[in-house]
């Protein structure tokens, strides 16, 4: 009967670039026991099992209410069989012992630890493990280990930069980037992106695009930036990373692969006094400072649009843009540019409604795209 029939719930897509995403998750004891599975298998290199735990846990966090029988599940995409074991066991038991098992494993643990410095991948990490390394002064009591520069940063900085950065500080480090670029050029711009811009609170960075409106003159903005905060006394480390961009190849089919535009990560000292309420550290504001990990990208003005959408996340947002363009529209995205392989041609665009649009997808916020 038409009247008494509940209203239809609109169905969930598979697609995280499809639902509205908030950094409010109603089922974190889900999507917290996800991504250990999740990151348990990037370790070892099953790639399947990974993504599966990552899309379930990444249409966990788009519901506007906690999962509380499994029952309320049905109907949503990307929760397989094995998830499902894992929320009946979270509903029943509080754990999952599949997830203790693996947060308790010597293995999980050290390449945890590992790959938590900055610098060290995945691939290094496993490499000190095979050696039988386990803890940082097993690493650096080791002769025969050579540290590339990155590492060596990362290890003395590591109580900094493991320590979350606060959006306060984002803001501190939003005004030193905005100076140093309006000191170098009049009408160049720096925009903060990232976590921060999707509205999180903490992050583990603080990424900034910086544009001049003339095409051409970004790599030399880049070097300028970095030559202003060496000036200033506070850059600590830095890696750049000239522009390797060429306007005529198609987006990459990769999602991992990092774009082409010119970039630096860079370690940055902030000053307590230009942080409203102090630093988010404890020795720090003693000392007066803390270190910060900050990362800069400098694309032409042209490609703005594209950099930001792709700058701006999450990972698991930008994987799902990709997948939709390709799987349900036969386009190429990536952070440079839109390719139409029916039409054959580049999608031109200035802002990302232009993106979302050239898509065919309803506009979604920065802050709903916390997939
Ligand atoms: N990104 C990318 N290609 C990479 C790395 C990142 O396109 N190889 C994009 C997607 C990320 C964004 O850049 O969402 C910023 O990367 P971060 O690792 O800084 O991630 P977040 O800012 O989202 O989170 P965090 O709080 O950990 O910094
Ligand atoms: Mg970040």
Redesign the pocket.
């Known amino acids: 009967d038409a009247a008494t029939a509940p209203a239809p719930v609109a169905a969930v897509s598979q697609y995280a670039c499809q639902r509205r995403t908030t950094t409010e998750n109603n089922n974190k004891i889900f999507t917290d026991a996800f991504e250990v599975l999740a990151e348990f298998y990037e370790f070892n290199e099953v790639e399947g099992p990974c993504l599966a735990f990552r899309r379930a846990a990444s249409v966990l966090k788009s519901l506007a209410w906690s999962v509380r029988r499994l029952g309320a599940t049905e109907g949503l995409p990307c929760l397989g069989e094995r998830s499902k074991s894992v929320m009946e066991e979270i509903l029943q038991s509080g754990r999952s012992f599949e997830v203790e098992k693996i947060l308790s494993d010597e293995r999980y643990q050290t390449l945890k630890l590992f790959t938590s410095v900055f610098g060290v991948g995945p691939k290094t990490a496993e490499k000190w493990y095979r050696r039988g390394l386990r803890s940082f002064s097993d690493i650096l009591a080791e002769p025969s280990i050579h540290l590339n520069r990155m590492q060596q940063s990362g290890f003395r900085h590591y109580g900094d930069i493991s320590r979350a950065v606060s959006r306060a500080e984002a803001r501190a480090l939003g005004n030193i980037i905005d100076e140093a670029v309006r000191a170098i050029t009049a009408d160049g711009a720096a925009a903060l992106t990232?976590?921060f811009r999707r509205g999180?609170e903490f992050?583990?960075?603080v990424?900034f695009i910086v544009t001049t409106p003339e095409v051409g003159r970004e790599d030399r903005l880049l070097t300028d930036i970095i030559e202003s905060l060496k000036q200033q006394g506070i850059l600590l480390y830095c890696d750049y990373q000239a522009s390797t961009f060429d306007q005529s190849k198609l987006p990459s089919h990769k999602f991992?692969a990092?774009?082409h535009f010119a970039k630096c990560f860079l370690i940055l000292r902030l000053d307590c006094s230009r942080v409203d309420g102090g630093l988010n550290s404890v020795e720090g504001d003693s000392r007066g400072w803390r270190a910060v990990r900050v990362?800069l990208v400098s694309p032409p003005v042209d490609r703005y649009a594209f950099t930001l959408l792709?700058?701006?996340?999450?990972?698991q947002f930008?994987r799902d843009l990709r997948r939709f363009a390709r799987s349900e529209r036969r386009m190429l995205l990536d952070?440079h540019a839109l390719y139409d392989k029916t039409k054959k041609e580049f999608l031109a665009a200035t802002t990302e409604e232009d993106i979302f649009a050239h898509l065919g997808l309803e506009y979604i916020e920065p802050w709903q795209r916390n997939a």
Do not use: A, F, L, Y
């Open positions: 990232g976590g999180k992050g583990h960075d990424d991992e990092m774009d990362d792709g700058w701006t996340g999450s990972r930008e952070n």
